[in-house]
């Protein structure tokens, strides 16, 4: 089944600079989303991108879609230290089943 | 109004013993899904029920693993003759309509429930 694939596996920032992760896919989707996972916490949505657009702004959150490429990144501008987290991409198919990535760690040191 | 509730949020079982683990989805929301993560790994699709149907098991193990989401109450995961390896951190997600469908498309996602097997 489809599933993205998210790089790096792990990040580390400091704070104030911006965080950059990807994720890559095979099939095609009728959207791509975000989420965020706090250590020991339930996921939480950050962002959705349908197939037919090509960019999203959301607070200090910036998507790209590619589908040509079958890619997105996640961008965090001016990343602070309540940002670390897991982050994963999740992908939503025709059969409405939502699946996601291994995530990437993103640790940001204040 | 309330989010996803999972309980319990932490259940210790030893092998061989019924594990049942609850999910009440967030209001007006009939559409839920299991998925299930071990530690530093991703989530895993299990079940996706709307009320009283079962849509799409195929994450489910065939064997001991069983999913409900009855008319009135909770989902409920249950795993009989728990082992070693069904220890995970199990979450719930509802969304109030078909993914594919609906104008936003995100799921809300539970706390979780920890399962641990001794």
């Known amino acids: 089944s489809q599933q993205g694939e998210e790089d790096p596996q792990a990040l580390s920032i400091q704070e104030g600079e911006n965080a950059t992760m990807n994720c890559s896919y095979k099939t095609s989707i009728n959207n791509l989303q975000w989420y965020r996972q706090n250590s020991g916490r339930g996921l939480v949505h950050l962002i959705l991108?349908?197939?037919?657009?090509r960019e999203k702004h959301s607070g200090r959150l910036r998507v790209t879609l590619d589908t040509s490429k079958k890619s997105s990144s996640l961008l965090i501008t001016a990343s602070r230290a309540a940002d670390t987290a897991s982050y994963f991409c999740a992908l939503t198919g025709a059969n409405s089943k939502l699946t996601f990535g291994k995530g990437i760690t993103l640790s940001v040191r204040p | 109004n309330a989010g996803v509730m999972q309980n319990p949020r932490h259940l210790v079982r030893r092998r061989g013993q019924e594990a049942r683990l609850r999910c009440s989805p967030m209001?007006?929301?009939?559409?839920v899904y299991w998925y299930r993560q071990l530690p530093e790994e991703g989530l895993k699709f299990m079940v996706y029920?709307?009320?009283?149907?079962?849509?799409?098991e195929s994450g489910m193990p065939k064997e001991r693993f069983s999913a409900e989401f009855p008319k009135e109450g909770p989902s409920i995961l249950r795993i009989q003759q728990v082992v070693r390896g069904d220890s995970a951190a199990y979450f719930c997600?509802?969304?109030?309509?078909?993914?594919?469908?609906?104008?936003?498309?995100?799921?809300?996602f539970g706390e979780g429930s920890r399962l641990t097997v001794l």
């Open positions: 209001k007006g929301h009939s559409h």
């Open positions: 029920l709307q009320k009283e149907n079962i849509i799409d």
């Open positions: 997600a509802s969304s109030p309509q078909i993914l594919a469908e609906f104008n936003t498309g995100e799921l809300f």
């Open positions: 991108i349908r197939s037919n657009e």
